[in-house]
């Protein structure tokens, strides 16, 4: 089945302890990102990733780290977490060819609070 | 920079009433304009897209047309079911990184 798996669904932790999100996904897209879902802001998107070893910077990366080594893993590390990162995480991937009308496909999210 | 305005929430309806939830855009270029649908408890799902000027996109009895001149992209539905329940977010995508930018999404509850 074709899909993007997040782990862990939930996490509940520490200012400033060190945590990754994994995103794998089994499609062989090239294109892969994070958002972070927060009330009234819809999804905004952290990092993307054109492929391997090819990163940037979405319009919130504050306190965000990424890498792409493999095509099909684009984990997220946040390496000193503060509150304002309490938020529901989400990674999508893609083709990346045509025009940019490719499909985003959602993992199922990851729920993050940071105390 | 690019946006997107969606009406704002939340919508109840009744079942089979008419469903309108306005979507506006600005964006350089010329972006791709998507539905996705969010059930409650997953993922976003891409319910519908359009990719160009007049391009009308539907799925599951939904629509929505590429509207260039109003720079709109609402969605439809002409009769509602209570599984239609769930938070609609319009999108589009648009430059060289091809960069989803999201509307602050509706809350659609249809009743019984």
């Known amino acids: 089945e074709a899909q993007v798996t997040q782990n862990p669904r939930y996490l509940i932790t520490v200012t400033g302890k060190k945590l990754t999100v994994t995103c794998s996904q089994n499609m062989n897209h090239e294109y892969m990102s994070w958002y972070r879902q927060d009330p009234g802001l819809g999804l905004r998107q952290i990092y993307y990733s054109m492929n391997v070893e090819v990163t940037d910077k979405g319009d919130v990366p504050e306190g965000y780290k990424v890498s792409r080594k493999e095509k099909r893993n684009f984990p997220l590390i946040l390496e000193s977490p503060s509150p304002n990162q309490t938020s529901l995480y989400f990674c999508?991937?893609?083709?990346?060819?045509?025009?940019?009308?490719?499909?985003?496909?959602f993992g199922p999210g990851t729920r993050l609070t940071v105390l | 920079g690019n946006s997107v305005t969606q009406m704002e929430g939340p919508v109840t309806l009744s079942e089979e009433a008419f469903l309108t939830i306005n979507c506006t855009y600005t964006a350089t270029g010329y972006p791709s304009l998507f539905w996705y649908v969010q059930y409650p408890g997953e993922g976003l799902q891409l319910l519908l897209k359009?990719?160009?000027?007049?391009d009308k996109g539907s799925n599951k009895g939904f629509e929505a047309t590429y509207r260039k001149e109003t720079t709109s992209f609402h969605l439809e539905k002409g009769s509602v079911q209570v599984s239609d329940s769930a938070v609609y977010f319009c999108a589009l995508s648009s430059g060289s990184a091809r960069q989803l930018t999201f509307g602050s999404g509706t809350q659609l509850t249809v009743l019984p």
């Open positions: 999508a991937s893609s083709l990346w060819e045509g025009q940019g009308g490719n499909e985003q496909f």
């Open positions: 359009a990719t160009k000027a007049d």
